[in-house]
């Protein structure tokens, strides 16, 4: 295992070699190899980009992909490639496939990025993003700074945590949030599942597969889907608390046990487990941007038909913004409207230069195009 010393990304078995002076570096693409040899100028500070593409979900991968196709002269950067796809056990709604697993749609996804359609791309965390008059500047944990004339987020959205006692402590002890990664770690065992959506019950039937007893606790009556319910509620190993809060993860090591407290009754009970699956919603990962685009109460990007956001030059896209639906084919089409959105606002962006004007003179948000 090493990391590919142009991105950072960690790399295993890769055909994508080169020796200088005695010591072998590997990359992720043909293109990261090329861009070690020639063309590092691009991750230097003063470099301005066209586009810098914030996130490695589904919709920064089809804008990356896009961009490509596009020639734009783009970075990609991202906490890692994949998204919230990857915890998917069975994805059965992506068009082209009857069935496939969110690893193997990631791996495809990240093949047509990096091997057919590559673009630069940097694995860090944007921490914020600034205007400084022509262009906006991104600001890396690493310490990088990184400027372009117009960005996409599309950094999706985070799990909420439970925010109780013991939930820091027995992260990875016990404490879990991805049924696709942990499941197989709990068989024969008994979990508590956190949440009523369609999230923690698609939980529950996995884990009722491979678990000895699986409980539910939620804190409003159930939320999912009334199909997801009925097959929860026929399963025999699994029990349900509704209008329940979990009060105390505890245990020496791992996870012992689940202090649940009935919230009109009050009675408090300790559920005794060695798991416990959060599955409480996500959060949007807007906090970047927030100073600069308009969110709505839910700190989601407000965007128009075009992706573009409150702020000439700043496009979003996928499960970050108010767009309707959080699926991977939306977020992916609403990537590529992004990407062509951006092609024409530079286009338009550079006329404008020609002729004089400033960035200042983009159209205003109420008129953009529909
Ligand atoms: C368990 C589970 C199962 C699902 N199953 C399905 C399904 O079967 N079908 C379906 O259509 N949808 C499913 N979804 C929903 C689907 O995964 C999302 O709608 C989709 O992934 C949204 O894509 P996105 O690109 O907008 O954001 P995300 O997938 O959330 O990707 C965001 C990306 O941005 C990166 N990022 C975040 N913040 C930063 C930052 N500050 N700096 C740099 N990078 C950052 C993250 O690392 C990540 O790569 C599922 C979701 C989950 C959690």
Redesign the pocket.
């Known amino acids: 295992m090493a990391r590919d010393p142009v991105c950072n990304m960690i790399v295993e078995d890769t055909p994508y070699f080169v020796d200088v002076e005695n010591k072998r570096y590997f990359f992720c693409s043909q293109g990261c190899l090329e861009a070690f040899q020639h063309s590092r100028e691009k991750y230097l500070s003063n470099y301005v980009f066209d586009l810098i593409i ?8 089809t804008a990356g992909v896009y961009a490509s196709i596009f020639r734009l002269d783009t970075l990609l ?9 990857v ?8 068009m082209g496939f009857d069935f496939i697993t ?1 690893p193997e749609l990631k791996e495809k996804f990240q093949n047509q990025l990096l091997h057919k359609n590559y673009i630069a791309h940097q694995i ?4 914020k993003v600034t205007r400084s008059n022509s262009y906006l500047s991104v600001y890396l944990d690493n310490g990088k700074i990184y400027r372009a004339r117009a960005l996409i987020i ?6 909420n945590h439970l925010n109780v006692p013991g939930e820091e402590k027995f992260q990875r002890r016990g404490v879990c949030y ?3 990664q942990d499941a197989p770690l709990f068989a024969g065992q008994d979990v508590v599942v956190a949440g009523g959506g369609n ?1 923690a019950t ?1 939980a529950v039937t996995e884990l009722s597969t491979t678990c000895r007893k699986v409980y539910v606790v939620s804190l409003t009556p159930l939320t999912a889907d009334t199909e997801e319910i009925l097959k929860i509620m026929q399963l025999p190993k699994v029990e349900i608390f509704e209008k329940h809060q979990i009060e105390e993860i505890g245990g020496t090591d791992r996870v012992e046990f689940v202090r649940i407290k009935s919230i009109d009754h009050q009675t408090v009970r300790q559920l005794d487990v060695s798991g416990i699956f959060v599955e409480i919603g ?1 959060y949007p ?1 807007s ?2 941007v927030a100073g600069l685009v308009e969110l709505n109460e839910r700190g989601e990007i407000k965007i128009g038909p075009d992706c573009s956001t409150t702020h000439p030059g700043i496009f979003a ?4 913004t108010d767009a309707f639906g ?7 089409g ?2 590529a409207k992004a990407a062509i959105a951006v092609r024409k606002y530079l286009n338009q962006l550079k006329m404008k230069e020609k002729n004089g004007a400033s960035i200042s003179d983009s159209p205003a948000p109420e008129n953009r195009e529909k």
């Open positions: 914030v996130g490695g979900g589904p919709a920064a991968l950067i991202a906490q890692s490639l994949g998204g919230q796809a915890d998917s056990t069975k994805i059965k709604n992506y969110g860090a965390t944007v921490n599309a950094t999706g959205m985070s799990r991805s049924v696709v999230s698609q996500f990962n906090g970047l896209a996928g499960d970050v959080k699926r991977i084919i939306i977020a992916s609403e990537g």
